[in-house]
């Protein structure tokens, strides 16, 4: 009973083709969440790299390591860059919903401070 006026509730934000759109949405949300899960779980899912590439004159802000770019298959097929990069934008995605929250509570406009 709950679960049916969930899903009509969810259903009514679809005015042009309501199940063919909630059906969509719905499988990219799930893909995307599936997705956020992995890389968050990322670094204990796949064993560290300790392959380093020596050159004769080193960039010391740039990360040499070859196997940051390496695909696994339990990572979705994501690398261990991409899987770093998607748990940043998590972070900072949930820092801003965070900021917003805080700012909206007390009717405040975030403006330009913020």
């Given at each position: 009973?709950?679960?049916?006026?969930?899903?009509?509730?969810?259903?009514?934000?679809?005015?042009?083709?309501?199940?063919?759109?909630?059906?969509?949405?719905?499988?990219?949300?799930?893909?995307?969440?599936?997705?956020?899960?992995?890389?968050?779980?990322?670094?204990?899912?796949?064993?560290?790299?300790?392959?380093?590439?020596?050159?004769?004159?080193?960039?010391?802000?740039?990360?040499?390591?070859?196997?940051?770019?390496?695909?696994?298959?339990?990572?979705?097929?994501?690398?261990?860059?991409?899987?770093?990069?998607?748990?940043?934008?998590?972070?900072?995605?949930?820092?801003?919903?965070?900021?917003?929250?805080?700012r909206r509570s007390p009717?405040?406009?975030?403006?330009?401070?913020?």
């Open positions: 009973m709950a679960l049916t006026r969930m899903w009509n509730g969810y259903m009514s934000y679809f005015k042009n083709k309501p199940m063919r759109d909630g059906v969509t949405y719905l499988i990219v949300i799930m893909v995307a969440l599936a997705y956020a899960a992995v890389s968050a779980v990322a670094p204990f899912l796949v064993p560290a790299c300790s392959d380093r590439v020596t050159k004769l004159y080193p960039n010391p802000e740039f990360d040499y390591k070859n196997c940051l770019d390496d695909r696994f298959k339990v990572l979705l097929f994501m690398s261990l860059r991409e899987c770093e990069q998607l748990r940043q934008l998590m972070f900072s995605v949930l820092m801003g919903a965070l900021i917003g929250y805080e009717d405040r406009a975030a403006g330009i401070r913020t």
